[in-house]
T-cell receptor
Framework: DAMVIQNPRYQVTQFGKPVTLSCSQTLNHNVMYWYQQKSSQAPKLLFHYYDKDFNNEADTPDNFQSRRPNTSFCFLDIRSPGLGDAAMYLC????????????FGSGTQLSVL | AQSVTQLGSHVSVSEGALVLLRCNYSSSVPPYLFWYVQYPNQGLQLLLKYTSAATLVKGINGFEAEFKKSETSFHLTKPSAHMSDAAEYFCAVSRMDSSYKLIFGSGTRLLVRP
Protein backbone atom coordinates (compact mmCIF):
# COMPACT_ATOMS: atom_id res chain seq x y z
CA ASP A 1 0.00 0.00 0.00
CA ALA A 2 1.53 3.22 -1.17
CA MET A 3 1.98 5.68 1.70
CA VAL A 4 3.55 8.59 -0.18
CA ILE A 5 1.92 9.03 -3.55
CA GLN A 6 3.20 11.27 -6.28
CA ASN A 7 1.21 12.24 -9.33
CA PRO A 8 1.73 12.15 -12.15
CA ARG A 9 4.48 9.57 -12.62
CA TYR A 10 5.69 11.33 -15.75
CA GLN A 11 5.03 14.97 -16.61
CA VAL A 12 5.89 16.75 -19.82
CA THR A 13 5.71 20.51 -20.02
CA GLN A 14 6.83 23.22 -22.39
CA PHE A 15 9.58 25.70 -21.77
CA GLY A 16 8.13 28.52 -19.69
CA LYS A 17 4.75 26.86 -19.09
CA PRO A 18 3.87 26.61 -15.39
CA VAL A 19 3.60 23.11 -14.01
CA THR A 20 2.45 21.64 -10.71
CA LEU A 21 3.52 18.34 -9.21
CA SER A 22 1.55 16.79 -6.40
CA CYS A 23 2.32 14.63 -3.40
CA SER A 24 -0.06 13.06 -0.92
CA GLN A 25 0.56 10.96 2.16
CA THR A 26 -1.51 8.64 4.29
CA LEU A 27 0.95 8.61 7.21
CA ASN A 28 -0.21 11.81 8.91
CA HIS A 29 3.42 12.95 9.11
CA ASN A 30 4.27 16.49 10.16
CA VAL A 31 7.10 17.06 7.74
CA MET A 32 7.02 16.94 3.95
CA TYR A 33 10.07 17.44 1.74
CA TRP A 34 10.68 18.08 -1.93
CA TYR A 35 13.92 16.88 -3.50
CA GLN A 36 15.19 17.46 -7.02
CA GLN A 37 17.29 14.71 -8.58
CA LYS A 38 18.91 15.38 -11.93
CA SER A 39 20.14 12.53 -14.06
CA SER A 40 23.00 10.61 -12.44
CA GLN A 41 23.15 13.03 -9.51
CA ALA A 42 22.27 12.96 -5.84
CA PRO A 43 18.88 14.17 -4.66
CA LYS A 44 19.01 17.79 -3.58
CA LEU A 45 16.64 19.25 -1.01
CA LEU A 46 14.58 22.15 -2.37
CA PHE A 47 12.41 22.91 0.67
CA HIS A 48 10.37 21.33 3.40
CA TYR A 49 7.26 22.00 5.45
CA TYR A 50 7.08 21.35 9.16
CA ASP A 51 3.32 21.45 9.57
CA LYS A 52 2.48 24.80 7.97
CA ASP A 53 5.94 26.29 8.43
CA PHE A 54 7.74 26.57 5.11
CA ASN A 55 11.54 26.21 5.01
CA ASN A 56 13.30 27.10 1.80
CA GLU A 57 16.87 26.02 1.10
CA ALA A 58 19.14 28.97 0.44
CA ASP A 59 20.06 27.87 -3.07
CA THR A 60 16.57 26.92 -4.26
CA PRO A 61 15.69 29.10 -7.26
CA ASP A 62 12.78 31.53 -6.92
CA ASN A 63 11.18 29.73 -9.84
CA PHE A 64 10.28 26.92 -7.43
CA GLN A 65 7.46 27.32 -4.95
CA SER A 66 5.44 25.02 -2.76
CA ARG A 67 2.03 24.84 -1.15
CA ARG A 68 0.72 22.67 1.62
CA PRO A 69 -3.02 23.18 1.97
CA ASN A 70 -3.40 20.45 4.59
CA THR A 71 -1.45 17.69 6.33
CA SER A 72 -1.96 15.18 3.53
CA PHE A 73 -1.07 17.18 0.44
CA CYS A 74 1.92 19.14 -0.76
CA PHE A 75 2.45 20.71 -4.18
CA LEU A 76 5.54 21.79 -6.07
CA ASP A 77 4.96 24.66 -8.48
CA ILE A 78 7.50 25.56 -11.13
CA ARG A 79 6.51 28.95 -12.44
CA SER A 80 8.53 29.06 -15.64
CA PRO A 81 10.30 25.77 -16.28
CA GLY A 82 13.58 25.86 -18.09
CA LEU A 83 15.41 23.03 -19.79
CA GLY A 84 17.62 22.75 -16.74
CA ASP A 85 14.64 21.93 -14.54
CA ALA A 86 14.14 18.56 -16.20
CA ALA A 87 14.65 16.09 -13.39
CA MET A 88 13.07 13.55 -11.09
CA TYR A 89 11.22 15.27 -8.26
CA LEU A 90 10.94 13.26 -5.08
CA CYS A 91 8.54 13.89 -2.24
CA UNK A 92 9.30 12.51 1.21
CA UNK A 93 7.70 12.62 4.64
CA UNK A 94 8.75 12.12 8.22
CA UNK A 95 7.18 12.37 11.65
CA UNK A 96 8.58 15.34 13.55
CA UNK A 97 11.62 15.54 11.27
CA UNK A 98 12.92 12.16 12.39
CA UNK A 99 15.05 11.14 9.44
CA UNK A 100 15.30 7.55 10.58
CA UNK A 101 11.69 7.26 9.45
CA UNK A 102 11.87 9.11 6.15
CA UNK A 103 9.47 7.76 3.52
CA PHE A 104 9.91 8.57 -0.16
CA GLY A 105 7.39 8.56 -2.95
CA SER A 106 8.20 7.02 -6.33
CA GLY A 107 8.87 10.41 -7.85
CA THR A 108 7.65 12.43 -10.81
CA GLN A 109 9.92 12.54 -13.85
CA LEU A 110 9.61 16.00 -15.38
CA SER A 111 10.55 16.63 -18.99
CA VAL A 112 10.74 20.15 -20.42
CA LEU A 113 10.41 20.54 -24.18
CA ALA B 1 29.39 21.81 7.17
CA GLN B 2 28.54 18.23 6.41
CA SER B 3 29.34 16.28 3.30
CA VAL B 4 29.43 12.75 1.98
CA THR B 5 31.85 11.26 -0.52
CA GLN B 6 31.11 8.03 -2.32
CA LEU B 7 34.17 6.55 -3.97
CA GLY B 8 33.40 5.02 -7.33
CA SER B 9 30.41 6.09 -9.40
CA HIS B 10 30.15 2.53 -10.76
CA VAL B 11 30.98 -0.78 -9.11
CA SER B 12 30.73 -4.06 -10.98
CA VAL B 13 30.72 -7.46 -9.27
CA SER B 14 29.91 -11.02 -10.24
CA GLU B 15 26.84 -12.70 -8.86
CA GLY B 16 27.80 -14.33 -5.57
CA ALA B 17 30.77 -12.03 -4.98
CA LEU B 18 31.25 -9.61 -2.10
CA VAL B 19 29.70 -6.18 -2.50
CA LEU B 20 31.61 -3.22 -1.03
CA LEU B 21 30.36 0.32 -1.59
CA ARG B 22 32.43 3.05 0.02
CA CYS B 23 31.20 6.12 1.85
CA ASN B 24 33.19 8.70 3.79
CA TYR B 25 31.61 11.56 5.62
CA SER B 26 32.60 14.90 7.02
CA SER B 27 30.75 16.31 9.98
CA SER B 28 31.63 18.69 12.78
CA VAL B 29 29.06 17.13 15.06
CA PRO B 30 28.01 13.50 15.62
CA PRO B 31 26.18 12.40 12.53
CA TYR B 32 23.33 10.19 11.58
CA LEU B 33 24.30 8.08 8.56
CA PHE B 34 22.09 6.31 6.06
CA TRP B 35 22.23 4.10 3.00
CA TYR B 36 19.43 4.28 0.48
CA VAL B 37 18.80 2.19 -2.63
CA GLN B 38 17.10 3.44 -5.77
CA TYR B 39 15.87 1.11 -8.48
CA PRO B 40 15.33 2.53 -11.96
CA ASN B 41 12.54 5.10 -12.15
CA GLN B 42 11.65 4.67 -8.50
CA GLY B 43 12.01 6.61 -5.27
CA LEU B 44 14.55 5.92 -2.56
CA GLN B 45 14.23 3.08 -0.12
CA LEU B 46 16.06 3.02 3.20
CA LEU B 47 18.51 0.12 3.48
CA LEU B 48 19.91 0.88 6.91
CA LYS B 49 20.80 3.69 9.28
CA TYR B 50 23.30 4.54 12.00
CA THR B 51 21.95 6.68 14.84
CA SER B 52 24.66 6.35 17.51
CA ALA B 53 23.75 2.90 18.81
CA ALA B 54 25.65 -0.17 17.57
CA THR B 55 28.45 0.64 15.13
CA LEU B 56 27.68 -2.42 12.99
CA VAL B 57 24.29 -1.89 11.46
CA LYS B 58 22.30 -4.57 9.70
CA GLY B 59 19.75 -3.61 7.10
CA ILE B 60 17.36 -5.17 4.65
CA ASN B 61 18.25 -7.58 1.83
CA GLY B 62 21.37 -8.85 3.61
CA PHE B 63 23.23 -5.52 3.60
CA GLU B 64 25.19 -4.17 6.53
CA ALA B 65 27.43 -1.21 7.23
CA GLU B 66 29.97 -0.35 9.90
CA PHE B 67 30.43 3.10 11.37
CA LYS B 68 34.14 3.80 11.89
CA LYS B 69 34.66 7.14 13.56
CA SER B 70 38.45 7.01 13.28
CA GLU B 71 38.18 6.58 9.51
CA THR B 72 35.04 8.74 9.11
CA SER B 73 33.63 5.91 7.04
CA PHE B 74 30.35 4.07 6.69
CA HIS B 75 30.95 1.47 3.99
CA LEU B 76 28.13 -0.78 2.80
CA THR B 77 28.72 -4.50 2.35
CA LYS B 78 26.92 -7.64 1.37
CA PRO B 79 28.61 -11.06 1.40
CA SER B 80 27.04 -12.39 -1.78
CA ALA B 81 25.60 -10.27 -4.59
CA HIS B 82 22.31 -11.13 -6.28
CA MET B 83 21.21 -9.94 -9.68
CA SER B 84 18.36 -8.12 -7.95
CA ASP B 85 20.89 -5.94 -6.09
CA ALA B 86 21.67 -4.01 -9.28
CA ALA B 87 20.62 -0.45 -8.49
CA GLU B 88 21.90 2.99 -7.47
CA TYR B 89 23.04 3.32 -3.86
CA PHE B 90 23.22 6.59 -1.99
CA CYS B 91 24.97 7.32 1.27
CA ALA B 92 23.55 10.23 3.25
CA VAL B 93 24.38 12.16 6.42
CA SER B 94 22.43 14.39 8.73
CA ARG B 95 23.17 16.17 11.95
CA MET B 96 22.05 14.69 15.25
CA ASP B 97 21.23 18.17 16.50
CA SER B 98 19.25 19.21 13.42
CA SER B 99 17.69 16.23 11.84
CA TYR B 100 15.57 17.81 9.13
CA LYS B 101 18.09 17.77 6.34
CA LEU B 102 19.73 14.85 4.57
CA ILE B 103 22.89 15.45 2.57
CA PHE B 104 23.30 12.80 -0.10
CA GLY B 105 26.43 11.51 -1.75
CA SER B 106 26.63 11.41 -5.52
CA GLY B 107 25.65 7.75 -5.65
CA THR B 108 27.22 4.48 -6.75
CA ARG B 109 25.68 2.36 -9.45
CA LEU B 110 26.06 -1.34 -8.68
CA LEU B 111 26.22 -3.66 -11.65
CA VAL B 112 25.93 -7.42 -11.05
CA ARG B 113 27.31 -9.73 -13.73
CA PRO B 114 25.84 -13.21 -14.20
Amino acid sequence: DAMVIQNPRYQVTQFGKPVTLSCSQTLNHNVMYWYQQKSSQAPKLLFHYYDKDFNNEADTPDNFQSRRPNTSFCFLDIRSPGLGDAAMYLCATSRDGGLEKLFFGSGTQLSVL
Amino acid sequence: AQSVTQLGSHVSVSEGALVLLRCNYSSSVPPYLFWYVQYPNQGLQLLLKYTSAATLVKGINGFEAEFKKSETSFHLTKPSAHMSDAAEYFCAVSRMDSSYKLIFGSGTRLLVRP
